[in-house]
C-alpha cells in the first residue's frame, strides 16, 4: 500500500476492527496476536476492495500492535496474583537475548529455512497442547506456584532464537511449554506470557520503526484497537473455563501450523 493513499473512513475502520478482534483474542489467551492478526491484515483489505498492505507493512503494524495489546493485557491481569515476576524475569530476559541471536542469524538463511522453523515451532505447540496436564486445578495457590528456572531459561533461550528466526514473539509456544513442561497454571500463564511477549516485542518493534516498516495513521488505529481488545479478552478470559482457553489456544496454533506447512509443500 503505498504511503500517498489517503486512508478512507472505511479503511480505517476495517483496521481497527481488524486490531481490536486480534487483540481482543490476545488478551484472552496470553499471545502477542501477531499470528491471528498477520494474515487478517493481509488478506481482510483487499477482499473488501481495500488498498492492500504488503508484507514488510504487516510486519511492521503488527511489531507495533503486539507490543501495545500485550502491556495492555498484562495491566488487567496486574491484580489477582497473576503475574509471576520470577517466571517473567527468567524466561523475559532469555527471550529477549535469543531472540536477538535469532534476528541476526535469520540474515543467513534460505527463505524455506525460516518457514520450516517457523512450521516446526507452531506444530511442537500444537501437540503439546495436547498432552496431559498438571497444577491446574483452580484452586492452587498462586503465590505458591514454582517452577525450574534452569530449565525455564533454557526452554525461553531456544524458543527466543527460534522466534528470533521467523519473527515473531513467541508466546504461542511459551504458552504450552509453561503450562505443560512448567506445570504452571493457565491463567497465571496467559498473564506472565503477556508480560514476556511485551519484553520480547520491544526490541521488534524498535528495529521496525528504525528501518522505516511501520506506517503512522494505521499503527495509531492498531493501537487504539490494541488499549481497548486486549484488556476486555483479558478481563474474559478471567472469568473462562481454563480447558476452553486451551483448545481456543491449540485451534489458533494449529490453523497457524497448517498454513505454513501447506505453504512450504506448495514451494
Excluded: C
Amino acid at each position: 500500500m503505498g504511503r500517498g493513499v489517503i486512508m478512507s473512513f472505511t479503511f480505517l475502520i476495517t483496521l481497527f476492527l481488524i486490531g481490536f478482534v486480534g487483540s481482543y483474542i490476545s488478551g484472552m489467551v496470553g499471545i502477542g496476536g501477531s499470528i491471528i492478526k498477520y494474515p487478517m491484515l493481509l488478506y481482510i483489505p483487499p477482499l473488501v476492495g481495500l488498498a492492500a498492505f504488503s508484507a514488510h507493512e504487516v510486519s511492521g503494524l503488527n511489531a507495533i500492535q503486539v507490543l501495545f495489546a500485550s502491556i495492555s493485557g498484562v495491566l488487567a491481569y496486574r491484580k489477582g496474583s497473576y503475574l509471576n515476576k520470577d517466571l517473567i524475569i527468567y524466561m523475559g530476559a532469555s527471550v529477549l537475548v535469543g531472540g536477538l541471536f535469532g534476528s541476526f542469524f535469520s540474515n543467513f538463511m534460505p527463505e524455506i529455512g525460516i518457514n520450516a522453523v517457523y512450521a516446526i515451532l507452531a506444530t511442537i505447540a500444537v501437540v503439546m497442547m495436547f498432552l496431559p496436564k498438571s497444577n491446574d486445578d483452580g484452586v492452587t495457590d498462586l503465590s505458591e506456584v514454582t517452577f525450574n528456572k534452569p530449565l525455564a531459561s533454557i526452554l525461553a533461550l531456544i524458543v527466543g532464537v527460534a522466534s528470533g528466526i521467523v519473527g515473531a514473539a513467541g508466546a504461542f509456544v511459551l504458552v504450552p511449554i509453561m503450562i505443560v513442561v512448567l506445570k504452571i497454571p493457565t491463567r497465571m500463564t496467559i498473564a506472565s506470557s503477556l508480560a514476556i511477549t511485551f519484553i520480547s516485542s520491544i526490541g521488534t518493534a524498535a528495529g521496525k520503526i528504525a528501518t522505516g516498516q511501520v506506517l503512522l495513521i494505521p499503527a495509531i488505529i492498531m493501537v487504539i484497537a490494541s488499549i481497548i481488545g486486549a484488556p476486555l479478552g483479558a478481563r474474559v478470559g478471567k472469568k473462562m473455563n481454563t480447558k476452553y482457553l486451551q483448545w481456543i489456544l491449540a485451534a489458533l496454533i494449529l490453523a497457524s501450523a497448517v498454513k505454513i506447512w501447506f505453504e512450504l509443500f506448495s514451494l
